[in-house]
């Protein structure tokens, strides 16, 4: 490790002396991978020497794994040397000045959504003075939060203000070395967000609400850190359902979640990122590793997502029930359409005794999007008394699409039980004609119907976010019929 | 009101429909029997615009209008209501809900303001009270878990909220314990105005006991097969269909009640 260091330190030297400086303090750095990237990432976020070497150590890693290739997708392969790790938010002059300069499509898309017009400026990349009513609005719920002595801010200030707790938890639910992916986000993380309830503190709102528009640009290498104390309680949203404005291609986001005793976490994720063009040309790949612990009796924690978003989608939130008692719970939409491919689903780990899972998982595919829900219900030989739910429905509008199942079950408990229920039904033309006979046009047969599908994750999500993903689905479903 | 001349159908390139010939008055009632696979549910189906059910010949005429150049939602909101013979279920989606949507688009099309949600309660509530249908239903998604008799009043229901101009029901009568038909036959019967008209599907007399027909028809092979008045039917209940198929045509109870056979 220390030799490791000092050849970091000593190449960071030899940098300085031909001008790496003014390098670091540019917008971005030039594209490609190696340690001094990293470094170089390090430094500007001005952080201790522990996790500089963390990030190298998971990129020492990471340059001797594979990418994986066992999900249902297609992928062209990704230049890992083209990308440029870090790169400051568009200064202004580069940005369209005002909305009148933004893609009238995208525009109308956040009226359909009831964007308010205050957050659309910022969405569409528009140039606009920073402050916004939702900043002000932000500054009193900080206030609140800080009254209720829970900590939610970016994840670097939580590095440079509460060293301790980042150091403690970070990577200790998602190994750095985890897979792919996640290995490469530990080296090259570039925010995200922080979260920690203390003991017995019911978080008093949902977090991010309020902010959501200000972490619209973290980056394509998201890190998320939420952390319950005992007897303590947080819903946390991420994301956005009005399509974001992104030049990256590659997203690679880790969340970890920590709920300790009698804590309870809820996650809930509309992801909406560009899904390509109708061609399926461009389009954000998202590879993302969520993983919850449920490290202490009685905890809970659930996952909620919306995902319409992406060309390709990775993803599969798990839970790791390691207290007795503690719950898993996965609540999932993922909507393919166009040339969209989702390969996603959940891994419920079950080692502490009585430890319950439950996991509603609904795909729907149009156009010739691939849609494949993958998941694994792991009971562990100490789970005495586990019990796991599956519920995984296919919906397919069109010919051209596909829906894949693949469970997969490992159980080394005969006590556990575990219940698995797949369906996978073609969008009802009889369903349709049902609704065209009463007189409903079909445009708003089929959102109904699908909404009607959806409707045991949607009623998972905090109310304003469940009528957003909701318009969400209709827009995305646009001309998928017909 | 609706004016059927030489329907030709198929399906899957099937010809089921052969030159079919119907006509039915503004404020009547007929009744249409025949025998399984006839061809009963698909005229229904072609009537109400339903894909896959290729119209090859004929013209229908509905309140003057050329139905088939209408599209299925347009037919609904013209007042075309179907009753089918196996309702859909539509997981998730609230029935009451479903029914305010039909209704309100409905509305729409003919000019008429939306009702928001306190006003369609009271009527629904209305309609509810007179069909004697459990208010459990409502809260429940369109006809998932119901019965088979529970969404065959689910249909008549819908019906009676939205008060269709024609009503075609297939089949609403079979599988119906006693109490179901009769709320069935009470829905049927509110429904019958001047300016309105009912097609029934049925292949049982009891229905009729408690609608009476105006005419009874027999549709075999494709076509109308025999007319006649309500004592069609219980010839065809006692007899069935072979005589027709013998080409016996006979008067059904006296010279009122002729039944004539095309076949
Ligand atoms: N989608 C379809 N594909 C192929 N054949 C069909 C289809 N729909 C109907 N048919 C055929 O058309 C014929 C008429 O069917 P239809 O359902 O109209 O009969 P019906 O008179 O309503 O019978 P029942 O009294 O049993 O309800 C049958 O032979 C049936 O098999
Ligand atoms: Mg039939």
């Not at chain 1, 939702?134 to 970016?154: D, M, N, P, Q, R």
């Not at chain 1, 409903?440 to 009528?467: H, N, T, Y």
């Not at chain 2, 209305?126 to 459990?134: A, F, G, P, T």
Request: proline share 4%; hydrophobic share 35%.
């Amino acid at each position: 490790m220390s030799t490791a260091n000092s050849e970091v330190e000593r190449r960071l030297e030899g940098r300085y002396k031909h001008g790496f400086v003014t390098d670091i303090e540019a917008d971005s750095l030039p594209p490609g991978l190696n340690e001094d990237v990293i470094a170089a990432i390090s430094v500007r976020k001005n952080e201790p020497q522990w996790l500089l070497d963390w990030r190298l150590g998971a990129y020492r890693k990471w340059l001797k794994m594979r990418e994986p290739h066992w999900a249902h997708l297609e992928i062209d392969p990704i230049d890992f040397q083209a990308i440029s790790y870090f790169s400051q938010p568009k200064s202004d002059k580069d940005r369209p000045q005002s909305l009148d300069e933004v893609d009238p499509k995208l525009l109308e898309t956040y009226d359909k959504l009831g964007v308010p017009l205050h957050e659309r400026a910022k969405l569409a990349g528009v140039a606009v003075d920073a402050v916004f009513d939702s900043v002000s609005v932000g500054t009193t719920f900080k206030e609140e939060l800080k009254k209720a002595g829970v900590i939610f801010c970016s994840f670097s200030e939580a590095v440079q203000d509460h060293p301790e707790l980042v150091r403690k938890y970070l990577g200790s639910v998602v190994p750095r070395v985890d897979n792919y992916f996640a290995a490469l986000n530990s080296a090259v993380f570039s925010d995200g967000s922080f979260v920690y309830v203390p003991k017995g503190v019911r978080c008093p709102m949902e977090l991010s609400t309020y902010f959501r528009i200000n972490a619209a640009e973290t980056g394509q290498f998201e890190r998320t850190l939420v952390v319950a104390e005992e007897g303590s309680y947080v819903s946390y949203l991420e994301g956005c359902t009005a399509p974001m404005r992104d030049e990256n291609q590659l997203h690679a986001a880790v969340v970890e979640l920590v709920a300790l005793k009698d804590a309870e976490i809820k996650y809930s994720t509309v992801q909406n990122w560009y899904p390509g063009d109708e061609e399926g040309k461009g389009g954000i790949y998202n590879f993302v590793t969520k993983r919850g612990d449920c490290r202490e009796d009685n905890a809970r924690i659930s996952w909620t997502q919306v995902e319409t978003g992406s060309a390709i989608t990775w993803k599969y939130p798990s839970c790791v029930l390691r207290g007795d008692n503690s719950v898993g719970e996965f609540y999932s939409v993922a909507l393919t359409n166009n040339y969209q491919q989702a390969d996603t689903g959940t891994k419920m780990i079950h080692m502490g005794r009585n430890t319950r899972s439950k996991i509603i998982s609904k795909g729907i595919s149009a156009g010739r999007g691939q849609n494949a829900y993958r998941g694994l219900v792991k009971v562990g030989k100490g789970a005495e008394g586990a019990r796991n739910f599956t519920q995984c429905d296919s919906m397919l509008i069109g010919k051209r699409c596909g829906a894949h199942t693949f469970p997969y079950i490992e159980v080394q408990n005969p006590t556990a039980k575990v219940e698995h229920e797949a369906t996978t039904s073609r969008i009802g033309e009889d369903q349709l004609f049902y609704c065209l006979q009463r007189g409903i046009s079909e445009e708003d047969a089929v959102s109904m119907i699908v909404d009607g599908f959806c409707k045991q994750v949607f009623r998972e999500l905090p109310m304003e976010f469940a009528v957003e993903a909701k318009a969400l689905l209709e827009i995305s479903l646009e001309g998928a019929v017909g | 009101m609706l004016s059927i001349k030489a329907l030709q159908a198929s399906v899957d390139g099937k010809s089921i429909l052969k030159g079919l010939d119907l006509e039915v008055g503004a404020g009547e009632v007929h009744a249409i029997m025949g025998p399984n696979g006839s061809g009963k549910s698909t005229l229904g189906n072609v009537l109400a615009g339903r894909e896959g059910y290729e119209v090859t010949g004929g013209s229908v005429t509905y309140q003057g209008k050329d139905l088939l150049e209408l599209e299925p939602e347009e037919r609904a909101c013209e007042g075309l209501f179907l009753a089918f013979q196996y309702p859909v279920e539509i997981p998730g989606v609230n029935n009451t809900y479903f029914l305010r949507a039909a209704l309100n688009a409905q509305r729409k099309h003919r000019g008429e303001p939306e009702l928001d949600s306190v006003a369609f309660l009271k009527l629904v509530r209305e309609k509810l009270k007179v069909l004697d249908i459990s208010d459990d239903l409502l809260h429940r998604a369109v006809n998932e878990g119901f019965s088979g008799g529970e969404k065959k009043r689910n249909e008549i229901f819908q019906m009676a909220v939205l008060e269709p101009q024609l009503a075609i029901l297939d089949e609403t009568d079979s599988g119906l314990d006693i109490d179901a038909l009769k709320a069935v036959a009470e829905g049927v019967n509110r429904l019958r105005s001047p300016d309105r008209s009912i097609v029934l599907v049925t292949h049982y007399q009891r229905l009729l006991d408690y609608i009476e027909p105006d005419k009874v028809h027999v549709l075999a092979g494709g076509r109308i097969a025999a007319s006649g008045g309500p004592g069609l039917a219980k010839r065809l209940e006692e007899e069935g269909y072979q005589w027709l198929e013998d080409g016996g045509i006979g008067s059904v109870d006296g010279e009122a009640d002729k039944a004539t056979a095309t076949a």
